[in-house]
């Protein structure tokens, strides 16, 4: 232990002040104690001030040390876990039994393995972290956290070296400071026989029927043979048979671009000698480019013929697809700018196109344009599904007047075969046919099996929530019986008053084949219609066919529940009959727009019918009928534009118009209006990725001014992800995430200025396999070793040697030292302000004068005593000497006997005396 000043040139003062105290208390104190008294204390008061003024520290140095054990547990280490357990045990058992150790693992994330502690007993490497990556750093700062200020500290690393994350660099300064010591004990890593896809490359744009080189470059630590695979969008396009050598391989194969817009290319690998398969693949990208093409997708091709007509007149690249063929993945999708839907039922469409429609539109800036017919809008089912959500229309159209009540009956089979998803499926399309129908509109629900069980009374549907409450009790029972369940709901609907009367029965299983007959007769002369809906496999579509046809209702088949909900709610509409409406009329012009350009000076030819829908608040009305329901309306809805036409194309309802001379023009407009034609030259995107981040660049040349540029991208396994950009400078904007796939993104620009959109782009980045996987060396650590003076390590003896720098702790005690010297003023000023010492010597002098006559009286005495006993002793001298002279003489003397016997006995005298002082 040692002072430490911070600032010893302060003592010099301290002679001075002591000088001046001096002379102040000369001048101005007569009182001699008073005036000492003073003095010392101002002295001692200022000495303390001085000493604090200094800046003193006590710096202790530290005995004990905390050593961590780091341990590297990423992939590239998985073989060696056991003999890094082996080297902590051994070398603990050297340590010093003050001397606390602690155990941490890291891969791409760090985790205490072992608390610190001096007892160090536990199991090691028994914590799971992610091993993907190597961030030593990671691992460092973990470590640096564990370890106590003020004792000496150690970390000992177990590693190959290979960090692949982080920088180490950031820590030097840090380590140094707090002389940290770092031992490294290099452990090699134990593959052996591997091979990987060390780069993967082809060009990332290029036109459509070119053909363009792929380049990849494999790795290999030994001779084998190996299948080679190539596969752009999920379809194998180059397959080959390859001899590898040891080291680097290189192949150039060609391919043809035959899709256009993003196409993801997948290398796959399958080597006959390999130990780890997680880098046998690797994925990159390119954009095909060509001139703008749309889909045209319907259910029966009469109804697209007229679209296909205008698409090849005016020139405009498209395919034509049945519904059922619809594209299921959003690359597939972006390569159209549009998608048109003719007549088209949600049935017929993919859960997965229904899903990527809204991203398609609302984050790419894809078209979709619908063509109404009988199966399309609330009869296509599109009620509550993604395509509601992306038109400018809702399916159903509340507030109509005049509207005829209905009254509905469901038919549930609830029977031990429906149990599970089906049943709950079948409840939720119930709840939906609720919701569907108007507040006056009636409903019942009989729920069956062997036996109809009466869940739900045919009433208004006013009370939506006991409905509902009543539909969600139902639970699974045991056979199938149809007919008895029948005749119950025809029995609740002939009561009835509604105009409208319909029954949906919804079955997966076998039922009575006989006995249907005169029950469909009553049904038909009371206007009561029916429709079936057959579940699964096990469903008997020869009777539920029979039974649709002869209740003059439709029948319905799915192979999977999903569709249940969408079936019921498009029969609930369809039932109403008052969405289709057949009438002769000239739609109206609502507000102009620029599809109306160069065609509307004549006006438009009449049509013969629509389907009935609602605008949404947002959307913008162009046409209407005489009654105010939409015919065309559009809107935008994010990045892209939809637009619905009500009408049909197929000449049922749309003669005139396929006959008008204009009508090229019109589609051209609608067209052209929903395909995106924001500028893309104008917009650059460069991406990298480094340390486990994506760092997203995009340059633009649209105007001066800044605008709000966000970029939205797609994952491998197309989840989306949004992105702000900020301005680094002009033109330029910067934003960065972290991926959490591997694998191709796609990467779209879009920026605004004051809610337009101005320009868009597109972009990609691949994100890599960890380097972790990869067999390479990493100078890096070794460099950072040397930079905060660390040393390898060979043995487990070597670890617990002397710290040379060892933890020097300070502590400050000028606090301390400014308390003393406030208690020592505040006494100066006690003894100043209350004359403390005149009142000490009032009671000091008294005492010290009775001491004093005290010690006079005792000495007065003493000396009596002393004299006396001086006489005493004489005569003792007189006396001794007379008895020598007797025995001398042999004569008795009494005179002298009589003598002796008046002598003082001095011992008396002596002890009294001794008793008395």
């Given at each position: 232990m040692r002072l430490e000043f911070g600032r010893i040139w302060v003592l010099i003062l301290y002679p001075l002040i002591v000088f001046l105290i001096l002379m102040i208390s000369k001048k101005y104190y007569n009182n001699k104690l008073k005036k000492n008294l003073i003095t010392v204390i101002r002295c001692i008061v200022m000495l303390f001030l001085i000493l604090a003024l200094a800046d003193i520290s006590i710096v202790r140095t530290s005995k004990e040390t905390s050593t961590i054990f780091l341990s590297d547990v990423s992939e590239s280490?998985?073989?060696?876990?056991?003999?890094?357990?082996d080297f902590i045990r051994n070398a603990v058992k050297d340590k010093e039994k003050d001397d606390s150790v602690a155990s941490v693992v890291f891969g791409e994330n760090s985790t205490l393995d072992v608390n610190l502690t001096k007892d160090f007993t536990s199991d090691v490497l028994v914590t799971d972290v992610n091993g993907s990556y190597t961030d030593i750093e990671q691992g460092i700062l973990k470590s640096m956290a564990l370890m106590p200020r003020e004792k000496n500290k150690r970390i000992v690393i177990l590693t190959d070296g290979k960090a692949n994350k982080g920088n180490l660099n950031k820590l030097v300064q840090s380590i140094k400071d707090q002389n940290i010591e770092i031992k490294v004990k290099n452990i090699d890593s134990t593959v052996t026989n591997e091979v990987y896809v060390d780069n993967f490359h082809i060009p990332q744009k290029v036109n459509l029927g070119e053909q363009?080189?792929?380049?990849?470059?494999?790795?290999?630590?030994?001779?084998?043979?190996?299948?080679?695979?190539?596969?752009?969008?999920?379809?194998?396009v180059i397959t080959d048979d390859v001899m590898l050598r040891k080291g680097s391989n290189n192949y150039v194969m060609n391919d043809i671009a035959k899709k256009m817009g993003f196409v993801d290319y997948e290398l796959l690998i399958e080597p006959d000698i390999d130990e780890l398969t997680v880098n046998n693949t690797y994925s990159a990208f390119t954009f095909v480019q060509s001139t703008p093409k749309i889909l045209i997708l319907n259910d029966d091709e009469k109804d697209a013929l007229q679209i296909v007509k205008i698409a090849e007149s005016i020139g405009l690249g498209h395919d034509t697809l049945n519904s059922v063929q619809a594209p299921i993945n959003l690359e597939n999708m972006l390569k159209y700018k549009s998608i048109i839907m003719c007549n088209v039922s949600a049935d017929n469409l993919s859960d997965a196109f229904l899903d990527n429609i809204p991203s398609y539109v609302k984050n790419f800036g894809g078209g979709l344009v619908t063509i109404g017919g009988e199966s399309s809008y609330a009869l296509g089912g599109y009620y509550k599904t993604p395509l509601e959500t992306v038109l400018p229309v809702n399916m159903d159209m509340s507030g109509i007047k005049?509207?005829?009540?209905m009254a509905m009956m469901l038919v549930i089979d609830k029977s031990g075969s429906m149990s599970g998803n089906n049943l709950r499926l079948a409840k939720e399309a119930a709840i939906r046919t609720v919701e569907v129908l108007e507040d006056d509109d009636q409903i019942g629900v009989i729920a069956f099996d062997d036996t109809p069980t009466n869940v739900v009374d045919i009433q208004t549907v006013d009370n939506r929530k006991s409905i509902n409450e009543s539909i969600l009790n139902i639970s699974e029972g045991g056979g199938t019986s149809i007919l008895p369940s029948l005749q119950e709901a025809y029995n609740r609907l002939i009561e009835s008053k509604a105009e409208i009367k319909h029954i949906i029965l919804l079955t997966d299983g076998q039922a009575e084949q006989n006995g249907y007959d005169s029950l469909l007769r009553n049904m038909n002369d009371n206007r009561i219609t029916l429709s079936t809906v057959g579940v699964g496999t096990g469903a008997d579509i020869k009777l539920l066919s029979y039974l649709a046809t002869a209740g003059k209702g439709r029948k319905y088949f799915t192979r999977s529940g999903s569709s249940i909900p969408r079936i019921f709610a498009k029969e609930a509409f369809m039932a109403s009959r008052t969405y289709i409406n057949n009438m002769t009329f000239t739609p109206i012009m609502n507000s102009y727009h620029s599809i109306l350009s160069n065609i509307y000076d004549e006006g438009l030819p009449q049509l013969q019918g629509y389907v009935g829908t609602s605008p949404k608040d947002a959307a913008t009305v162009i046409l209407t009928s005489p009654v105010n329901d939409p015919i065309l309306s559009v809107w935008q809805y994010g990045l892209g534009k939809t637009a619905s036409w009500c009408s049909d194309l197929s000449g049922e309802w749309s003669a005139s118009y396929n006959a008008w001379?204009?009508?090229?023009?019109?589609?051209?407009?609608?067209?052209?209006?929903?395909?995106?034609?924001?500028?893309?030259?104008?917009i650059e995107i460069n991406s990298s990725y480094d340390n486990g981040k994506v760092e997203i660049t995009l340059n633009s040349d649209v105007n001066d001014s800044l605008l709000d540029t966000v970029v939205q991208l797609k994952s491998p396994s197309n989840e989306l992800l949004t992105v702000n950009l900020e301005p680094v400078r002009k033109g330029v904007y910067q934003g960065t995430f972290e991926p959490e796939e591997i694998g191709s993104y796609m990467i779209k620009g879009v920026q605004r200025h004051e809610d337009e959109i101005v320009a868009t782009g597109l972009g990609g980045i691949n994100i890599p396999y960890s380097e972790e996987y990869k067999i390479t060396t990493n100078k890096s650590f070794n460099t950072f070793v040397e930079k905060v003076g660390g040393r390898y390590i060979q043995d487990s003896r070597e670890v617990f040697t002397d710290i040379d720098n060892k933890v020097k702790t300070s502590r400050k005690i000028t606090n301390g030292l400014l308390i003393v010297a406030l208690i020592m003023w505040l006494i100066d000023i006690a003894f100043r302000r209350f004359n403390i010492v005149s009142k000490l010597q009032k009671i000091v002098l008294p005492l010290t004068n009775l001491s004093s006559r005290l010690r006079k009286g005792i000495d007065s005495k003493n000396k009596k005593v002393v004299n006396k006993i001086n006489e005493n002793k004489n005569e003792t001298i007189i006396i001794e000497k007379d008895i020598k002279k007797d025995k001398i003489n042999k004569k008795p003397l009494k005179k002298n006997h009589d003598k002796k016997s008046n002598l003082i006995d001095t011992s008396e005298l002596l002890g009294n005396t001794k008793r008395k002082r």
């Open positions: 280490m998985y073989k060696n876990k056991e003999s890094i357990k363009f080189q792929i380049n990849m470059n494999i790795f290999s630590t030994v001779e084998t043979n190996s299948k080679i695979t190539v596969i752009a969008d999920g379809e194998k005049n509207k005829p009540k001379d204009k009508n090229n023009v019109f589609w051209q407009n609608i067209i052209n209006y929903t395909i995106e034609n924001y500028s893309e030259d104008a």
